[in-house]
T-cell receptor
C-alpha cells in the first residue's frame, strides 16, 4: 500500500470549513483513498473513501486531484465535536488491511 | 444496530501476569480485526480473521500473544506473560463482505502494565 503524508496538526474555527490535506504521490491505479477519524478515547470511525472522482456523504467531501497524488478531506461546517485525529489511508479495493499513519490532529475552536 | 463491544475497557496488571481481552463484533460481520495502538500513534494490525480462520497474523508477536475466534463470532486476544512494552490500547474491529471498505471499531481496551 502506498504511503501517505499529512500535516501533524491543524486548527479550525467552529462553523468554518476544515480542509485536511493528504499527499499520496506513490498511489497505484487500483488503490483507493480512505479517511477515518478518531475522537479521543474512542475507536477510529470511517468517514469516506474514493478512487478518482470527488465523493460526498453526510459527513464530509473528498476531493482527489486529477493525477491522484493528493487529496483533501473537507468538513463543510466544523463543530467542536469534529475535534479528532484524522487518518488518510491508501489501500486496494479488496484489501482488508488498514495501515494507519500518525494522522492530523484537528482542533476545532470556538 | 449494536456496535462492536469490547471488555474490559481498562486493565492494569503487573508485568509477567497474563491478560485477556474480549470482543463481540457486529452481528453478521464475518471479518474481525485486532489492532494495537501505542500512545500518539495510529493503530497497527495484529491479526485478522475471516470467520474462524486467522488469515493474517504476520504482526502478532506469537511468543506471547495468542488469539482465537471460536465459532466465527466472538474473539479473545491473550497476552502471556505481559511486558511493560505491551501497555497500549487494544482495538477490535469488524467488517462485512458487502461493505469491506468500512471497518467498525470498538472503544478499545486500555492496558497498563506496571
Amino acid at each position: 500500500d502506498a504511503k501517505t503524508t499529512q500535516p501533524t496538526s491543524m486548527d479550525c474555527a467552529e462553523g468554518r470549513a476544515a480542509n485536511l490535506p493528504c499527499n499520496h504521490s506513490t498511489i497505484s491505479g487500483n488503490e483507493y483513498v480512505y479517511w477515518y477519524r478518531q475522537i479521543h478515547s474512542q475507536g477510529p470511525q470511517y468517514i469516506i473513501h474514493g478512487l478518482k472522482n470527488n465523493e460526498t456523504n453526510e459527513m464530509a467531501s473528498l476531493i482527489i486531484t486529477e493525477d491522484r497524488k493528493s487529496s483533501t478531506l473537507i468538513l463543510p461546517h466544523a463543530t467542536l465535536r469534529d475535534t479528532a485525529v484524522y487518518y488518510c489511508i491508501v489501500r486496494v479495493a479488496n484489501g482488508n488491511k488498514l495501515v494507519f499513519g500518525a494522522g492530523t490532529i484537528l482542533r476545532v475552536k470556538s | 444496530e449494536a456496535g462492536v463491544v469490547q471488555s474490559p475497557r481498562y486493565k492494569i496488571i503487573e508485568k509477567k501476569q497474563p491478560v485477556a481481552f474480549w470482543c463481540n463484533p457486529i452481528s453478521g460481520h464475518n471479518t474481525l480485526y485486532w489492532y494495537r495502538q501505542n500512545l500518539g500513534q495510529g493503530p497497527e494490525l495484529l491479526i485478522r480473521y475471516e470467520n474462524e480462520e486467522a488469515v493474517d497474523d504476520s504482526q502478532l508477536p506469537k511468543d506471547r500473544f495468542s488469539a482465537e475466534r471460536l465459532k466465527g463470532v466472538d474473539s479473545t486476544l491473550k497476552i502471556q506473560p505481559a511486558e511493560l512494552g505491551d501497555s497500549a490500547v487494544y482495538l477490535c474491529a469488524s467488517s462485512s463482505y458487502r461493505s469491506s471498505y468500512e471497518q467498525y471499531f470498538g472503544p478499545g481496551t486500555r492496558l497498563t502494565v506496571t
